[in-house]
């Protein structure tokens, strides 16, 4: 396989047809190596449309969706990232490149390791990687705490839980999709003050959801 090659159709025939022109984020996709954050039996399908694989039933994002949560969060160097999933901990590293520091907060010990040491194999220095459920937020324990200016849910919510959205500084954002299986939509949450939040919906989507997310209740009459 030309591995260039294929990252360059990846980028033209996937990312760029799904409204993912920022120059930066389409620079971004070259210089973080997606494949070496796969795992290596599913490395041919690196830059493949689909979700691949990870160990204890979980999977990496596609390519374009990773691309779009890039371009729609706009991080920037001054600011400090909270990611929750960090999966092969590639989305951890696209992040590192663009923010201050990145917390990625991995339920699955195995999967913790393995974005631990692919991260650092990578020479990625700026992320944090830590063990814990962070489905209802993630005080951090150590370099950084909250609240962030960015928050990247990698992975679905059936609603946002309220403790959640108090860990977004006030002029910061937050990356997630809403919603049960078929109908799931990316949002970007953006806290306007202390006590409000703006929302705008960005396309329908299907995610495995985060594990112990919060189910709202069901109400019958």
Known sequence: ????KARFLMIEQQIRPWDVLD?????LLVIVKREAFVPLA?????????EIPLPHGENMLTPKLEAR???????????SVLEIGAGSGYMA???AY???HVTTVEIEPELKTL???????YGVSNVEVVQGDAAQGWQGASQVSAPYDVIVVSGSLPVVPDSLLAQIKVGGRMFVIVGSAPAMTAQIITRTSDISYSTVNLFETIVKPLRNAVVPSQFKF
Do not use: G, P, S, W
Not at 23 to 27: H, N, P, R, Y
Not at 42 to 50: E, Q, V
Not at 115 to 121: P, R
């Open 98 to 100: 663009k923010a201050r």
């Open 1 to 4: 396989m030309n591995i260039e």
């Open 42 to 50: 599913y490395r041919a399908l690196a830059f493949a449309d689909t």
């Open 69 to 79: 949560i890039l371009q729609e969060l706009a991080v920037k160097k001054h600011e």
């Open 23 to 27: 120059q930066d984020v389409l620079e």
């Open 115 to 121: 974005a631990e040491k692919n991260l650092a194999d």
């Open 93 to 95: 590293a696209l992040l």
